[in-house]
């Protein structure tokens, strides 16, 4: 615990000018409905017609490496295609602890949650998934988890009385889906596929695939183990395995609500520099990819609002208690803050809002779309949203 | 334990120096709220392996508190003292394991939601005792070379941009002599101003073989048997399956802590290099990354007038696991995300060479041996321009 020796009050200022800026630009580039309003009449429908899909990353990346000037190269797909079709909030503030597992639970439950962040415990409070299946009696196969990290294990279900695992949603780990399609295969072919997280390199040593994976793999995602196997040999990183999973479970279940972390750019806890990069660049095509994946698949096209976030921000290079991008250890405002893109049918399309938001906004709005309360749950439902 | 529990006892398992410190200011560290004095002991028990002017801005904190009256003192404390702390923290040894009680405590305070209270009355302390111990200006104007080493290449990718608003960009340098003109800098430099340790050389592959004298000096390259040895151990928690990151963070700054081989022909620096790998992130992996925190620790700790960082080729990306493997070889290089790495590496070394004093008479330059560029900043060095003729490297390292 190093003494910060220098505060760095006007970063959280800088940050969403940056943003505003950001859009701005890309907004006088863009030729489609920038500004535009775009919604419709909010129908009241049956409940089936909607669908939400979240994509948050795990490890977040800095406004220097995105959204400036001069790094807007590393997310040509945020910016073409992603942004002119969404409402962007430019300043969502995480104040919880910025560990990914527990930030990415506290995102899930609408309630900053305090446990040991390497603990991979489930939840004291319950998660959208349960308040989604409860209040609605939807059934196990239409909420799930896919995470490229296998300590998010117990992120589906909380451990919260009247809630728990029996609403919870149905958790891939296309990781494990890979050691128990292919226990024999050479482990070289796969290396890229199976890189865990800076952080927590433990993981893989303390558990094993097994037949409930194969399960998951034959009777929910429908392939064969060959065809995953091979299919996996021709990509690049866990993250696009995991959008690869993703997009059968999206063509074989078409669950209501889909929640897919992304982890690659956690790399940068190595401390190399290229590697982070690479994740930013790798993680921008995978949004699209997802995006496009919804719009091609008419379960999906036309019903879905997609939600892509960072769990939370990285350092600043100003605060000496850091190492800058390497880390999110300090508590600063770059750290904290970060944004957030809505597109969908009934998003405002090209807007830019500049108002404060916290995390834990996303469980309410997200209960209010698809139709189901969230009484434990703290946050605020985001009226430019719904 | 509570602070004013604390005896001279207590401090017997300490390092020689480390014991007399604390037991000089047992007083003081009775009367100081517990999360102060726990934080005051981390520094205070590896005070052996510290760099004198370390040394000195530690006494000088205890001379500082010493000199304030009770009041001033309580007053100064008193967001500390407010800090809400549960039992089990407050039983913990933190006297003979402060490291493990300042990791717990971190976790606690963001579990607690104290963090930011945390940030703001240790911010304000530091700012406090900075205003009382101003730092003394350097023996001679400090000059940090970062080198761009001869693999690194990657022609696609925009050299030193963050830094040239801050200097004169330099499009073709005549390489010269290369490395040994400006090692022979250091050496004149080292043979100049004659002091420990405030001149260093790091090279993040096999060092030069005409080394400078009187220059503190170590390299992943001789580092290897070290990084082995680190390796193993994380191998053995990894293995074990029981131990989290922050069960291996405190076992890897233990064993920094344990003492060391000699490497380097130096204790302190065999100490400095055996806490880089184990305190450091990626430090252990990636040779780039080893020279950009080395640079930023040695410019933290050692307040060099001199140094010399050199970046060589990391290897490919591999699973964490294979690379946190000691006996995996690691012979596949990765020339262009080197070049990345070590151009961001250079950019933070400049940051942290401004966080010392006198930041505005500091020479700063940076040089790409493959690409014949460089960056220079500080004195006569307009920001934001760029050199219309070529130049070459010794003249460079005259600015």
Known sequence: ?386 | MEPTKLTRDDFRTYRPLAQKLACDHLDLLRSLPLVLSAVLLREVIDFDSRFPRERAAIEAQFTFLEGLTAQERGSLTKGFADLQLQSSLVDEDWVQHPQKFEEDLSAYLWASKQHDAFRIVATQFAEELAKATPPSKPLARRWVVVVLGPELRNDHYPLFRKLRPQGVYYPKVETDGGMQTILASLQKRASDVSLAYSHWYVDGGTPESNQPADVSRFSWGQSATLRAAVLQKVQAVIDSGSGGPEMLRSIMANWALEGSKAQFGDSLVDQFVMSLYGEGSGTQIFSTTFVQWAAREILRRAEPVSLVARFGPRQKQRTMNQMFTPSASDTTLDFEGSLVDADFGAYYTWINLNRLPNPEMATFIAWSEAHKQAIAIGPGCPRGTEAPNSTSLSRLLQI
């Open chain 1, 1 to 386: 615990m190093n003494f910060p020796l220098r505060s760095s009050t006007s970063q959280l200022r800088s940050l969403v000018w940056n943003r505003r800026e950001f859009l701005r630009l890309a907004a006088a580039s863009a030729v489609s409905t920038t500004f535009t309003p775009a919604l419709r009449a909010r129908g009241v429908g049956s409940f089936d017609r909607r669908k939400v899909v979240i994509v948050t990353f795990g490890g977040g990346a800095r406004d220097e490496e995105t959204f400036a000037p001069d790094a807007q190269q590393n997310i040509p797909g945020m910016i073409k295609t992603l942004l002119p079709q969404s409402t962007f909030f430019g300043q969502v503030v995480n104040h919880g602890i910025l560990g990914h597992y527990v930030a990415t639970t506290s995102l899930a439950t609408g309630v900053y949650e305090t446990f040991n962040n390497f603990s991979g415990v489930a939840p004291p409070h319950p998660t959208l998934f349960e308040y989604f299946r409860r209040d609605l009696s939807r059934p196990a196969h239409d909420a799930w988890v896919i995470s490229p990290s296998n300590g998010f294990r117990n992120m589906g279900g909380s451990t919260a009385r009247r809630y728990g695992p029996a609403f919870g949603a149905g958790v891939i780990l296309p990781k494990q889906l890979l050691e128990a399609a292919a226990p024999g295969h050479p482990t070289n072919d796969f290396d890229r596929l199976l890189r865990d997280t800076y952080e927590e390199p433990h993981t893989l040593a303390a558990q094993t695939a097994g037949e409930a994976e194969l399960r998951q793999m034959e009777e929910i995602l429908r392939f064969s183990r060959d065809e995953f196997v091979h299919h996996a040999l021709s990509l690049d990183s866990a993250d696009e395995l995991s959008v690869y999973v993703a997009r059968q479970l999206m063509l074989q279940v078409a669950p209501s609500l889909m929640w897919i972390t992304l982890h690659d750019i956690d790399v940068a806890h190595s401390g190399a520099f290229s590697l982070y990069l690479d994740g930013i660049q790798r993680t921008d095509r995978l949004c699209v990819e997802i995006w496009n994946q919804i719009q091609a698949n008419p379960e999906y096209a036309g019903k879905t609002t997609m939600f892509v976030l960072p769990d939370f921000g990285r350092d600043s290079d100003g605060d000496p208690a850091g190492n800058g991008f390497q880390h999110h250890r300090t508590g600063d405002a770059a750290s904290r803050t970060t944004w957030m893109m809505v597109l969908g049918p009934e998003i405002r399309q090209g807007a830019f809002v500049q108002r404060p938001i916290d995390s834990l906004d996303l469980v309410p709005t997200v209960g209010r779309i698809l139709g189901f309360s969230t009484p434990l749950a703290d946050g605020s439902v985001l009226p430019e949203v719904v």
